[in-house]
């Protein structure tokens, strides 16, 4: 399987080149060349989740790695988690919530980063090289990044916290970590400005060693989709019982949403993909009115979505959308955030057979918190309770619903402070964060001092 990018610059990549570079060189994404189609049946009857994840990896993987190299990856890759296969499942009714923030971070994203990890770490080995790992967070990517990488010697994490509304379990998360290769840089300035700073780095590259690798960890990699695909394939081996699933997706850049219309390309039975967004709707806009263009970020009581544009979506829109015309993608997305994106009637209208959406302001959310805590005693997180409203709704004996659980509650405590809600349990992740010393290193939204400060380091 090879790899080129969306905009049609990059072509014949092969897996280890595009886990690496992250983003294509025409500022493109990029996409397998084909949709490898899995045997549905099969995956029915296997008996745990990392089985399921060595019928789906091997795919991506073969024109780097021996099919027992990556085996063997992925029987290693995921680690720390408290759930005995790895993602937990809760059944209401016609809603089946399925829990993937049982990993070391406690959210979902522990899936992707832990195995694009991995393979990073593989890489390196077998080039005898070293890595930094630069990345901006809002919320719940960079602690996840940080758990991933520590652990490989060959690589340096630099994560860009800035200030704002992540909440503070989230901050120690990454400012308590006592490794000699994690760094945890607290900037003076929003999210874009760390945003801009990554992407000077990866522009300017005059902090790195010769040789040295600058990955990327942001959503657009294809290693973490390829890490979230195996968990819808997991939910249909628990779930395939049921008539009509149908998946409802928390989402701020797609990426989420991306790896289950992935994994319906190559074969899963999906009825409705369900995304849904917070107050930040660019994507409800979308699929409810055509109209993609980027606006002001808000603040939510599930900042790990509050984000202006979702940079899987050039995915679907290439894929689904555009039917892989790499031009006609170029055009709109070179032009894009200075021109909206609007696609033309007949072709927006595609998304009718796979897609609806809704965006949940903040008092639908803790309503809806509030309900399902008081109805059925199960907690919510927030992000999650954003896509527990379109189940609500919808679900039914016909048809079932399957809402991805993004994060642990326990990562928010304001939430059900102000709710009267008490959190009885922490996960082990979680404990002890506020009696360690939080390790941040300050910064002016300023290049240079930065970049000095990774090289001194380095
Ligand atoms: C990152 C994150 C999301 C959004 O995921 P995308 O793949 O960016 O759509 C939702 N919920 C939580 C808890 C997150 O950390």
Redesign the pocket.
Known sequence: MLFHSTRGGDKDKDFASILMQGLAEDGGLFMPDHWPQIDIEKIKGLPSFIEVAKEIVPHFTSSSFTHEETISIVENAWHDFEHKDLVGIKTIENISVLEL?HGPTA???DFGLQLAAAFFNQVLEQEDKTAIVLGATS???GSAAIDACRSYSRIKSFIMLPNGNMSEVQRRQMSTIAADNVFALRINGTFDDCQDLVKQAFIQRDFLQSDQYLLAVN?INWTRIVG?ICYYFYAYNQLAAHQNLNFS???????????CYSAFKMGLPINIISVAVNDNDILHRFFGSNDYSKKQVHETI?P??D?SV?S?FERLVYDFFLDRNTSKCAELFNNFPSQGIELDETTWSKKNKLFNSSSVNDAATQEIIQSIFQHHHYLL?P??AVAMQEAMVSASDKNHFVVLA??HPA?FPDVYKKLGIDLTQTPTALRGLFEKTEQLHHFDSNYDQITSFISSHN
């Open positions: 923030f959210a979902f994203k919320g719940d990517t959503s979230q997706i928390p989402t701020g850049n797609f990426g989420n949403v991306f790896a599930s790990s979505m984000i979702a899987n997180d992000h999650t993004t994060a990562k």
